[in-house]
């Protein structure tokens, strides 16, 4: 080995160093002196329990047609942006059935919705965090209602998983909103009047996420479960191949599993608000009223924080006051 | 030590806890299985096990077998606990900071997601202690990382320095690391289960005089399972001290519960 005792390139060395450093903390600190675009990751991880992964331990069909719908909301909202929503055909037929292949590929795990999105996810990343944190309440509750619990039991992890959503800053009003005022704003409708099919792909998503939870509840165990959600996920391919063009609006809970839209009020109002939010955000990516991403941006933004997450409740316009929840699902 | 921690793999790979959900293969730790961090820790409340084995073949001097256990916390929000400790076959040491043994307890902070116009930024302080092989004093280690996508691509830069508290003979008493990569996720739109990540880096050498060690590395991970993600990695250092790496491999496992 060669060693260099030259003590004046080792002064210079750390001179370099010395700037090299400065650099860096100037970098990280940087940020600190307050910026619209500054925002927090704040990823929060799932409520650990026994009963995590029933779903796709148990019903692995169920669990992959979920995992394709992952790919769906995230594609439409990257090809959207990156098109600025004025190829039909690019999102029609290219984007469109490039979901499709992915549903139809049966992936086994759920794909990375950064990779599937990434410059909406660098658009609106508090709007994805919200998706996530819900999305991962309907994880849980599939795995609840799968899992081999008592009534009780099941009814106790319902309620923690619950508690657990409304701790995050990103959880999603429990109230009823008023889906149709809110379905009345002056960019609404925008994506549906545009790609009628794709809205209808998506709303055949909303579909099977809310229609399996009544069937999966009244099964008294496994066989029965996948017997009983399979009439769904026929349907819901069905609505794949044929798009259900005429439905006016999104499918709700309380329509397609009334028991439990009357036994968790929240949970469904959550779920309920949750495709309403994916409603409004392709509309906003679809609207010409936002010509710039930073206008999409904002507006995605306001509508999150006035309209739709738990923290505006006291202020918030398009809660239904006249239907409080019982007490103990606040 | 390596022993039980492979038992205690083995155990989460083939016990009862069967497939569960969905570990990150695209947030990238050291050594799994290149040295580069990416800027974003494990969410809140995920614990993550991770172990490795590398081999490196010196160009002087035998060739060493290197485990590299480590756990993760997402002890709070944005915020990442890490406790590491690499065991190595003989030569006990390749690097000044780094002894067969040492504790190594780091902590990383991410200031902020990556949006239109920030790239993720996140800094990480460790401190290795001297629990290894002939290792005395407590090192302490700054790190500044960042990651900036285009597209699927994304770029990382980890820029650190190594503050040694008692050097011996011509040790430094510093030394600075620079890693430069890019990651990206093979597949899309049909699959989303391998990361690639390819990395060159420079690291001062610990005695002063000699040059850096200066090399590359590429990698793979893979989303084996919901909660495995696998990794392989290879490199080489083509420039440095004679004891430079002429070629080493990296496999390891990543658990998230």
Redesign the interface.
Known sequence: MTINKDPSLHSIRHGCLRVLTMCLLLLTAWPLTGCEQFEKRDQRFYYRALWNFSLRDNLKELDIDFNGIDFGHSHLYENLLLTGAADVPAIEDVARQETLRFIASRPTLPPNEEAIAPNYMKLAWRAQNTFDEAHALHRSTYDIYVADLSPAEQDRAIHNVLAYYQKSAYAITPHRLDHHRLDSLPYSKAFRQKFPLFNATIWAYHYLQVAVYDPLGAAPDLSAKQRAVQPILDTYHHYLRHPPVHWTFMPLVDEYSPRFAAQYPAIANIFDNLHMLHDTISDILSSELFPTWQAKRAEIYRVLDTYYLATADSTNPMIIRDQPLPHHLH | MPWMFFIVLTGWLFGPW?????L???NLDPNRPVQLEDA???????IGVEGGVRVNDRRAGSTQLIYQPQILY?AF??TQIEIQSDIFTDPHTLRGTNQSGDLRLGVLY?????????P????RVEGIFPTGVRSQGVDTQ?T?I?TR?F??LRFHAN?G?TILSRPRD?ERH?V?RLVGAVSY?IG??????ETLIVDVYTQ?SD????RNYTGAEIGIRH?L??RIVLDMGMGTEFDG???RSAINGTIGLSIG?
């Not at chain 2, 069967?18 to 969905?22: F, K, L, M, S, V």
């Not at chain 2, 974003?40 to 995920?46: A, S, T, V, W």
């Not at chain 2, 005695?207 to 000699?210: P, R, T």
Request: no cysteine; charged share 15%; proline share 8%.
């Open positions: 069967g497939t569960a959900w969905a990150d293969h695209d974003y820790p494990i969410p809140h409340g995920e997402g929000m944005n991410n200031f902020n997601t990556e949006t239109l116009l920030w993720a930024l996140a800094v700054l500044g960042l996508s597209g699927r820029a320095y011509v510093g600075y996720p899309y739109p049909f699959r989303f289960r001062q005695l002063i005089g000699q989303q399972s919901s001290p004679s004891d519960f």
